[in-house]
């Protein structure tokens, strides 16, 4: 059930308003067309992977050079395009068709031809396999149990010496009145729809869920499917505390807090 309620709330972002839905800044809201918002769009997922290929080179692997590399919760390229620049293979993965299409489309635009786009299930029927997996701002959409479950899965696509970047919300330094407001939103019947109105937006307008994870519980999956060596990013988008785990499957055990 839950799984099928994102689905369908990332349908209707993907359908109508996809930069929007991966980066929820009013400034996005024209990224959809040509001009300075879409520029700076792209540019966020430059600067990010730029920085991501520093942390890696930095805290596990020096000479680090993937050649195939999977962005789980791709949406409409942010990250695909860089990743397809320095990477020779790359896949991404989203639930929502809306946003692999405008990927593709964006891989056109960008004249890149080494992208493929699947759908989740198309991932879990296939036995590919990646040396980087990453996902970020991903999971703190998907409810914990949810999120838990494609983390086993993933784990599964990540070679011997491949690097995982995977980047989950733990915590909120938000007031309790917010944090409480959105836990009603998602649990109580007919408040969502009711603060949509109030919030002058369509009534059916769908959540943009936000879940803290146990990291606990993710180090205990890292472990058990051999990713011994370890480092940490930590993250702040308005108040919503995350980090971002860099991970490497190596049998030495090595755990590095940075």
């Given at each position: 059930?839950?799984?099928?309620?994102?689905?369908?709330?990332?349908?209707?972002?993907?359908?109508?308003?996809?930069?929007f839905g991966v980066l929820n800044a009013p400034r996005f809201r024209e990224a959809g067309e040509e001009g300075p918002a879409r520029a700076a769009f792209f540019a966020t997922g430059e600067e990010h992977v730029t920085g991501l290929f520093a942390a890696?080179?930095?805290?596990?692997?020096?000479?680090?050079?993937?050649?195939?590399?999977?962005d789980f919760g791709c949406g409409v390229g942010r990250v695909i395009l860089p990743l397809a620049r320095r990477v020779p293979d790359v896949t991404g993965v989203d639930i929502s068709r809306g946003m692999l299409e405008e990927a593709q489309r964006n891989c056109g635009r960008a004249g890149l031809d080494n992208v493929t786009l699947l759908e989740p299930r198309e991932l879990d029927s296939s036995r590919a396999t990646f040396d980087l997996i990453h996902s970020y701002i991903?999971?703190?959409?998907m409810?914990?149990?949810?999120?838990?479950h494609a983390v086993r899965k993933l784990l599964t696509h990540?070679?011997?010496n491949g690097i995982g970047a995977l980047h989950f919300v733990y915590a909120s330094r938000l007031p309790h009145w917010r944090t409480w407001v959105h836990w009603m939103r998602k649990r109580v019947p007919g408040v969502h729809p009711a603060l949509n109105v109030l919030q002058r937006?369509?009534?059916?307008?769908?959540?943009?869920?936000?879940?803290?994870?146990?990291?606990?519980?993710?180090?205990?999956?890292?472990?058990?499917?051999?990713?011994?060596?370890v480092a940490?990013?930590?993250?702040?988008?308005g108040g919503w505390l995350?980090?971002?785990?860099?991970?490497?499957?190596?049998?030495?055990?090595?755990?590095?807090?940075?």
């Open positions: 059930m839950f799984a099928r309620r994102v689905a369908e709330s990332w349908e209707v972002f993907g359908r109508s308003d996809p930069y890696i080179h930095e805290s596990l692997c020096p000479d680090f050079a993937p050649t195939r590399a999977l991903v999971f703190q959409h409810p914990q149990r949810m999120g838990m990540l070679d011997q937006r369509p009534l059916r307008s769908p959540l943009m869920q936000m879940n803290s994870y146990d990291i606990n519980a993710i180090l205990r999956v890292l472990q058990e499917c051999g990713c011994h060596r940490l990013r930590f993250s702040d988008h995350g980090v971002m785990l860099l991970f490497q499957r190596r049998t030495q055990l090595d755990v590095r807090v940075t």
